[in-house]
């Protein structure tokens, strides 16, 4: 998969994507990744990307013109387009898997309050947003999607089971997981994970996923 990167802070991306899976994942050319900086398409003196809004009101906009030349030059004929807001529909597990399934992305991170909504119009196959909450800017949604996606690439994972049988896989939280020691601090492992009845563990365990899914997150189950 290629994934590329429009965004005003490029030095933001080192550290986090230099690490773990994705450094591995890029090594092995099963991620090429490319961040650009989106000044690049200015023309101005002060490479200048933003200005105020018409109506007023807080704050400043991205201005269309070096967003429209950034993508019109990195998109090529089967590139996703995807504007990464607040006003987004909200990116989940399924949204990852299916941006997985895709070749060529490319992904608009915002900055100040936003997008000349002609972006949006013109220029977006889809808007996402990681969550209800305002970051500063768009790169840790940018990354945050970047990461989710990358381990779902095929052959990405050591074991591709381990990208399966985890929170929201099912649809129900993670159920409580024990290693040694068997008991510490006094507190001990539920007896049932040590005795070796497979069937009983799988009862105990969908019976706890159930329960803590009820208790934090019962928009789950609806
Ligand atoms: C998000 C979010 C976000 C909104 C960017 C205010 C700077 C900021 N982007 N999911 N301006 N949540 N963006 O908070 O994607």
Redesign the pocket.
């Known amino acids: 998969m290629k994934i590329d990167v429009l965004t005003l802070f490029p030095g933001m991306f080192s550290g986090p994507l230099d690490e773990s899976i994705v450094k591995r994942a890029r090594a092995t050319g099963l991620l090429d990744l490319n961040i650009h900086n989106l000044r690049d398409w200015t023309h101005d003196r002060h490479r200048t990307v933003d200005d105020r809004p018409f109506g007023g009101g807080p704050g400043m906009l991205l201005k269309p013109e070096p967003i429209f030349e950034a993508v019109e030059s990195l998109r090529r004929e089967k590139t996703r387009v995807i504007l990464?807001?607040?006003a987004?529909r909200k990116?989940d597990q399924a949204v990852a898997r299916e941006l997985a399934q895709h070749d060529d992305l490319l992904l608009v991170s915002?900055?100040?309050?936003?997008f000349d909504e002609r972006v949006r119009e013109a220029l977006a196959d889809d808007d996402?947003?990681?969550?209800?909450?305002?970051?500063?800017?768009?790169a840790l949604?940018a990354m945050v999607i970047i990461d989710a996606v990358t381990r779902l690439l095929p052959g990405v994972l050591g074991d591709d089971a381990s990208s399966q049988d985890e929170s929201f896989s099912h649809g129900l939280l993670e159920y409580p997981q024990y290693t040694r020691p068997a008991e510490f601090r006094g507190m001990k492992v539920p007896e049932v994970l040590m005795s070796g009845n497979h069937a009983e563990i799988e009862k105990w365990r969908s019976q706890q996923a159930k329960a803590r899914t009820e208790k934090q997150r019962p928009d789950l189950l609806k």
Do not use: A, W
Request: hydrophobic share 30%.
């Open positions: 990464l807001s607040p987004g990116f915002g900055s100040y309050e936003g996402l947003s990681i969550g209800d909450f305002v970051v500063t800017n768009g949604p």
